[in-house]
């Protein structure tokens, strides 16, 4: 792992606060800026982990009006998918390319304010671990990790360390989920019953057997470094890279921990909800190494200000299931395949997934008016709080708790209608020990990170 230059680093902050004090403007492209010296003129200095597919628009959603001084792909020519390591070397030709993320980190440190890591989820941990104890502040993509015990680590590591970071749940920042928070607060439906979320996820294979054989890993890709962490296993062609990872228990966290911190979010935000009580899954097994095809997750939360009750309720649903009509019929149309509701003592908020609440009986809601709350620009909030402008909204003291929330129903489908009493300080199922060990992942030999291993 990357070896931490500490004194290089100690050097470089006190010369950023005698400039930034002197207001003399003497910072240079070079020298990488930290939340508490920066100052608000200056370009952020960005590296990217992962730049085909989502991890092309991350880095060029952070990188607008900064410079992206590295880059790192384990893959140098993703077909079928926007950019990819060919696009990042033409779009930024000066930036430095890397193939592991290791040697990114370690030659790069010093030169570093901020990384996007947008790599399958098994990779998120690992390398924002190490970014955050180099002090490199951190946007991770959802979900933040692929186990409940690296999203506890990384949330303590990233708040001890005092790093700007950021959940690519990007929907957080939005004007809808925003608008969603105040009806509720505000007692648009009254106090909230139960809460319902949904997805059309997945849309790779999932609820399948390993395929049989192997094959020879493309020129292009570095099968070594994609499985990472991961305990090894050959390679397949089109079972794994690139895409189809995430219906992998190895490699992805399914449908649920893909959409799960997007579109719970709304719920758990709003109600303020805690660490649930418990998780069950209803659906068929799983496979031994794959996700089921379709699932239905309850969560049960203690009851807050804005419920009932002493406890609430929340279900997810994907793979073509949703909720019962009897509680909310949904339109046939692409608008609804994603999304939440809240069932309140005065009718319902239906929120389709990244856009506005929608108050339900529309009839009983006609002459009600929605007052919009301005959304803001997820990727330039992470920017501009690494540079003294602001704070994230969805920082790892919020995400990592979402992020385990999330998981624990990944945990919850191996074990079809188990109800998993969940100790949330501990970190541990009170009534099921086999659930447990799946609570914390072994690293291969030779990846071993500080903190989370």
């Not at 207001?23 to 960005?46: Q, R, W």
């Not at 360390?161 to 990007?170: I, Y």
């Not at 929120?351 to 620009?377: S, Y």
Request: aromatic residues 10%; charged residues 20%; hydrophobic residues 35%.
């Amino acid at each position: 792992m990357p070896q931490v230059h500490r004194s290089a680093a100690y050097n470089r902050r006190k010369f950023l606060r005698q400039t930034t004090a002197l207001g003399t403007g003497l910072l240079t492209a070079t020298l990488p800026l930290h939340a508490d010296d920066a100052s608000p003129n200056e370009k952020v200095n960005l590296a990217a982990v992962g730049v085909g597919g989502k991890g092309w628009t991350d880095i060029n959603g952070v990188s607008q009006g900064h410079h992206v001084v590295a880059f790192c792909d384990v893959d140098t020519e993703i077909a079928n998918r926007k950019g990819g390591f060919a696009a990042a070397a033409k779009q930024w030709p000066k930036a430095r390319r890397y193939t592991d993320w290791r040697e990114m980190l370690d030659k790069e440190q010093q030169h570093v304010d901020g990384i996007t890591v947008s790599t399958p989820d098994h990779m998120h941990a690992p390398i924002t671990m190490t970014a955050i104890q180099l002090g490199i502040a951190t946007y991770t993509q959802k979900p933040l990790t692929r186990t409940v015990h690296e999203a506890r680590q990384v949330r303590l590591a990233a708040s001890k360390a005092s790093v700007v970071t950021q959940m690519g749940n990007q929907h957080h920042s939005g004007a809808g989920y925003r608008t969603m928070v105040k009806l509720v607060r505000d007692g648009a439906i009254g106090k909230i019953q139960s809460a319902h979320a949904w997805s059309n996820r997945p849309i790779w294979p999932q609820g399948i057997e390993r395929p049989r054989g192997t094959a020879t890993p493309p020129a292009n890709l570095n099968w070594d470094l994609w499985l990472g962490v991961a305990q090894p296993r050959p390679y397949l062609r089109e079972a794994y890279h690139p895409f189809r990872w995430r219906g992998w228990f190895d490699f992805g966290a399914g449908a649920l921990g893909d959409m799960g911190c997007h579109i719970l979010d709304p719920l758990v935000w709003s109600l303020a909800l805690p660490a649930p009580l418990s998780v069950r899954y209803t659906g068929p097994p799983p496979k031994p190494e794959t996700f089921p095809a379709a699932e239905t997750i309850r969560y049960r939360f203690p009851g807050t200000k804005y419920t009932t009750s002493n406890a609430i309720e929340v279900t997810w649903y994907d793979g073509g299931r949703l909720p019962p009509k009897d509680i909310v019929e949904l339109p046939a149309s692409n608008k609804y395949q994603n999304g939440c509701c809240l069932v309140g003592q005065h009718g319902m908020i239906v929120c389709p997934h990244g856009k506005m609440p929608e108050l339900w009986p529309r009839r009983e809601f006609a002459d009600f008016r929605i007052t919009q709350v301005d959304g803001e620009n997820h990727y330039q909030q992470w920017t501009n709080a690494i540079r003294g402008q602001g704070k994230t909204t969805a920082n790892f003291d919020y995400a990592g708790p979402l992020t385990e929330t999330v998981l624990l129903g990944t945990i919850a489908c191996r074990f079809p209608d188990a109800v998993l009493d969940w100790d949330s300080t501990n970190l541990r199922f009170r009534n099921h020990t086999a659930a447990n060990q799946f609570i914390q992942a072994e690293y291969r030999k030779g990846w071993e990170v500080a903190g989370l291993s």
